[in-house]
Nanobody, 124 residues
Framework: QVQLVESGGGLVQAGGSLRLSCAAS????????MAWFRQAPGKEREFVAT????????YYADSVKGRFTISRDNAKNTVNLQMNTLKPEDTAVYYC?????????????????WGQGTQVTVSS
């Protein structure tokens, strides 16, 4: 049974920072590509960032490039998302996701397991 548990969300002012974490259990963490997605009210779930199994490759949505950094610790079975210079449009529920594909992919349908999400609210 795979379990992904996100933490670190909250309320922050525009320009501020937050660090999200996702703890994984139930699978060999280092065998999976990890990603973060987000979903704002009334909108579809959108890709934010992804990281390869080894952590050597990352890929970001244009909207967060240069502001967000994804990282992973395979020894601790965690993936993190450091979010800096936050904007009101970053407000959403953020989800951690796990895929057994080798290729970097931004499609939600490519991810096999999902966390419950953590709310990030950025005030203007």
């Amino acid at each position: 049974q795979v379990q992904l548990v996100e933490s670190g969300g909250g309320l922050v002012q525009a320009g501020g920072s937050l660090r999200l974490s996702c703890a994984a259990s139930g699978r060999t963490f280092s065998s999976y590509t990890m990603a973060w997605f987000r979903q704002a009210p009334g909108k579809e779930r959108e890709f934010v960032a992804t990281i390869s199994k080894s952590g050597r490759r990352t890929y970001y949505a244009d909207s967060v490039k240069g502001r967000f950094t994804i990282s992973r610790d395979n020894a601790k079975n965690t993936v993190n998302l450091q979010m800096n210079t936050l904007k009101p449009e970053d407000t959403a529920v953020y989800y951690c996701a796990m895929s057994n594909l080798v290729l970097i992919t931004t499609a939600p349908t490519s991810y096999d397991y999902w966390g419950q999400g953590t709310q990030v609210t950025v005030s203007s």
